[in-house]
């Protein structure tokens, strides 16, 4: 039996029959191979564990309301490109957090992080400020306001190309300007794009 139709065999078991060894079956066939295709998006192999099992634990406790509308194949890769877009927000969401605690509400293990996230935030600004004015408008409303291309060059009255011109100028800039900072740029602005 090819796995493709051993997958939608195993889905529809697992979904119509409420078939648990179906279940563990699909977990322990597909467990290994969705964690390596998250991490492609997250780089610590428990974080990866973790998206994938939270994707299983959701396909489990939701099987009865899914409705998929490709191959179960794509669905589950879907689930966990998805899941691990979801776990990179939510990281994105805590370091700024952390980083807007004043220094009293962290421990000492933060200081080195909030010093570099100050350092940071002050050479930002300070490479934004070199860049011309609409590369630096176009910039700040693509990673600070995390509006789309299209919405942009509508605000801006420019068209997209010219959007991706100025957000490709302006991530060239800073890639070169803060280097040293890449690891948190990567999480705090998206400069992998």
């Given at each position: 039996m090819e796995i493709g139709h051993n997958l939608d065999f195993l889905f529809a078991r697992i979904v119509?029959?409420?078939?648990?060894?179906?279940f563990k079956k699909l977990f322990f066939d597909f467990f290994a191979p969705l964690c390596l295709f998250a991490s492609r998006y997250i780089e610590?192999?428990?974080?990866c564990e973790d998206v994938v099992q939270n994707v299983f634990f959701h396909l489990w406790h939701s099987r009865k309301h899914l409705q998929i509308n490709a191959s179960v194949r794509n669905f589950l890769l879907t689930s966990v490109r998805n899941a691990c877009i979801d776990y990179l927000r939510k990281q994105k969401l805590e370091i700024r957090y952390r980083a807007s605690l004043p220094m009293e509400e962290t421990d000492d293990r933060d200081a080195d992080t909030l010093l570099a996230m100050s350092e940071l935030k002050e050479r930002l600004e300070q490479a934004l400020s070199r860049l011309p004015e609409n590369v630096r408008h176009a910039f700040q409303l693509s990673r600070f306001e995390e509006k789309t291309y299209a919405a942009i060059a509508e605000d801006m009255g420019i068209s997209i190309k010219t959007v991706e011109a100025y957000i490709s100028k302006a991530l060239k800039l800073l890639r070169v300007e803060l280097k040293e900072f890449l690891p948190f740029l990567i999480l705090f602005l998206d400069l992998s794009r």
């Open positions: 119509f029959q409420d078939d648990e060894v179906a610590e192999k428990e974080a």
